[in-house]
Every structure is written in structure tokens, then in C-alpha cells.
């Protein structure tokens, strides 16, 4: 992950935020998979702490753990207050939670909105687990990098945030159809609807967050929001993507270490970017062995189309919330992206850890993958 100190002032917002947002998400993944008896695919249980539930991400906690107290929550009510839906079957698949109706319900069927989630025993325990780290993690960074350092990070993501439409919800959402952050397939889909509207008297406001993850998450999806709004491609694909590639062609295995997320966010991404004629994938023109993807001269124009709608997009907020707040926030992320030795310190996965057996990207993605795959900020 070597890049000049420079090099981070060129960045785009939303690319020091996406940075820093992961660097974050990935430190509390790696102290949740150390603490806390799971199994993967590749790499079977804990040793010696039994079976544990599948291994996720802190979006699983962030989209729904949090909210699932002793009593239970309704299915509807979890995505009231989480602002954003999750990836209910793969929770009941992963055994962190029930989905059963009501007993005290007197209808025969009710609809799935209405039943309710109970924390299984490992789903209690992992929320033991969570329910401390982002503050463990924050107070890591502020030794780390500084009180100062981290205090400003706050105070500046604190004056946009305050600013921004509060039914946006505290994480990223799980990434739909196209890889949109909102809801919709389209060049301008559809703001996530706010959780307040509907029949009957408005519910009480479920406060924001003010973990630093958190405020992160709420200035980065505002962003992603109004570029997508204008754009006929996702911020995900073009930000991690559709900015690597090029007319010649970068090999496809070369892909997940230039842009900083998985080989399978990345074939995601190629078959959309392929779908839409921007690029295709093929052997390499000199005969070599990688099967490389170019773009087309199409997917070229997206590409520049994507820089500009960006830069626009970050010009417009430094009218909307003025020059200095803007300039607070990006100075406050680049003097934490421009120490990536301090920033990497973080990244070191446990021993034994699943990360440990993976090659280390160049970068940190640019947009966070979060996918149903366990909500892991790289679509790992």
C-alpha cells in the first residue's frame, strides 16, 4: 500500500473517505475475527472454540446487530431504524439470528415484515463482541495518529454531516442491482426512502450515530448518492474499476491489486462495465497466457465522463457547505491517508487470519465494495 504523502492530495473526497472508512472497518474486522469463535470457507473454525457462525464484516453489525435486543425486533422495524435494509437470509444462514412470527400474532400468516428477529447464542455473543470496538478502535487511532488528529477528523465530518438529510443511515448500504449505493438500476436511481413516511403517526426519529465510522459513512453516501443521481454507471465501478483500466488492457489478475478490492467485486464489476460495451476481456493481444481487460473507446468517454461528474459533484459542495468546511475535511483524511505506515499498522490481520493469506493491494479502494457476501468493505 506504498504511496507518496503527495499523492493523497490529489485524491477525490470521496476516495479519502472510502480510504480511510475501510482502513477503519477492516482494523475492527480483524480485532472481531480474533475475538470472537467463527468458521470460513477456506480456512474452517477457530481452533479449539468450536463452530462459531460464518465470519462477516461490521456492516452485519452496523445494518442489523446492533438493533436486535433481548426481546426481538421485527423485521419492518429493523429496517426503520437501521435506515437501510440488510442481508437477513444470510444471517439466518450464518446463525447469528432467528426470523420466526409472532407467537402473540393472532394471524394465521402474517407477512414477513412483521416477524421477528432473536439473536441466536452466537449472535449474542458476537454483539458482546462488537458492541465495543468502534470506540476501542477510535481510541487506537487517536493514540495512533494523534487526539488532535482525530479530533479534527470529527469536528470537520461533524460540520457536513449536521447538514445532511438525517434518513440517511450510518453505514454504507449493501450494494444493489449495478452496484448502485441507492436503490435503483438507472442513471438516476431513487434516494433510499425515509423511514418516517408512511400510514398513520410518525414513528419517534432513530438519532444518527456519532461514531466516527459512522459520520464517514453519512458524508460518503451523500456523495455517492448525487453522483449516481447524474450517472449512468455506479461510484463503485467507476471509482474502483473503470478508473484502472485502460485502451491497452491491464491483466485481469492484476485487478484487485490496483484497485484495492476483490477478484469477485471485480468480475462484478467487468460484467456490467462488459454488459454496457465500456469494456471487454479477452487474451492478451501478444499472446500472453492473462486474460486481460481494455476499455472500448466507449467505455474511454465513460471514464473521462466519470472523472468530471465527480470533480462537479465535489465543487458543488464547496458552494453548498463552503470552501473552508470542505478543505477542513480533506485536510483533516489526508493527513491520515499520507501516513500509510501508521494507516497500515492497522491492516495487519491477525495471525492465523484470513487476510494474512491474501496479497497486499497497492491501494485501499476507492469506493468501499460492501456486497451480501458478509458486508466486507473490499467485497471480499
Avoid at 439466518?92 to 400474532?105: F, G, H, Q, T
Avoid at 483500466?245 to 476483490?262: H, K, T, Y
Amino acid at each position: 500500500m506504498a504511496k507518496a504523502a503527495n499523492e493523497t492530495s490529489l485524491l477525490p473526497l470521496s476516495a479519502l473517505l472510502s480510504q480511510v472508512l475501510v482502513a477503519f472497518t477492516i482494523e475492527c474486522d480483524n480485532e472481531f475475527e480474533r475475538q470472537m469463535p467463527h468458521r470460513t470457507s477456506n480456512y474452517g473454525s477457530t481452533a479449539g472454540r468450536g463452530a462459531g457462525p460464518w465470519l462477516v464484516s461490521m456492516a452485519m453489525w452496523w445494518t442489523c446487530m446492533r438493533f436486535v435486543g433481548e426481546d426481538g425486533i421485527t423485521v419492518a422495524e429493523l429496517t426503520r431504524r437501521a435506515r437501510t435494509g440488510t442481508n437477513l437470509p444470510g444471517m439466518l444462514r450464518w446463525k447469528y439470528i432467528s426470523v420466526e412470527p409472532d407467537p402473540a400474532d393472532p394471524r394465521p400468516k402474517p407477512p414477513r415484515s412483521d416477524w421477528v428477529i432473536h439473536a441466536t447464542r452466537a449472535g449474542r455473543q458476537a454483539q458482546e463482541v462488537w458492541r465495543p470496538l468502534t470506540g476501542a478502535i477510535e481510541a487506537r487511532w487517536a493514540a495512533r495518529f494523534g487526539a488532535d488528529t482525530i479530533a479534527g477528523l470529527r469536528e470537520s465530518l461533524q460540520a457536513i454531516a449536521a447538514q445532511l438529510d438525517p434518513a440517511l443511515p450510518d453505514c454504507l448500504p449493501i450494494l444493489g442491482y449495478g452496484l448502485f449505493s441507492a436503490p435503483g438500476d438507472g442513471p438516476r436511481p431513487t434516494p433510499q426512502p425515509r423511514p418516517d413516511r408512511g400510514h398513520g403517526p410518525a414513528p419517534e426519529p432513530v438519532p444518527a450515530s456519532g461514531d466516527l465510522p459512522a459520520l464517514l459513512s453519512r458524508v460518503l453516501l451523500a456523495l455517492a448518492i448525487e453522483f449516481e443521481r447524474e450517472s449512468p454507471l455506479s461510484l463503485a465501478i467507476c471509482a474502483d474499476v473503470l478508473r484502472v483500466l485502460d485502451e491497452d488492457g491491464v491483466r485481469v489478475r492484476d485487478l484487485p491489486g490496483r484497485s484495492g478490492v476483490s477478484k469477485e467485486a471485480i468480475s462484478m464489476a467487468i460484467g456490467v462495465l462488459g454488459k454496457r460495451g465500456l469494456a471487454v476481456t479477452g487474451p492478451a493481444p501478444d499472446g500472453g497466457r492473462w486474460r486481460v481487460a481494455r476499455l472500448t473507446p466507449k467505455g474511454r468517454y465513460a471514464q473521462d465522463k466519470y472523472r468530471e461528474r465527480l470533480g462537479a459533484v465535489e465543487n458543488g459542495w464547496q458552494a453548498r457547505f463552503g470552501g473552508p468546511a470542505i478543505r477542513a475535511v480533506r485536510d483533516a483524511l489526508e493527513q491520515l491517508t499520507g501516513d500509510q505506515a501508521r494507516l497500515a499498522t492497522g491492516l495487519e490481520p491477525p495471525p492465523g487470519g484470513w487476510r494474512a493469506s491474501l496479497r497486499s493491494p497497492a491501494t485501499l479502494p476507492h469506493y468501499p465494495m460492501v456486497l451480501h457476501r458478509g458486508g466486507f468493505p473490499d467485497g471480499s
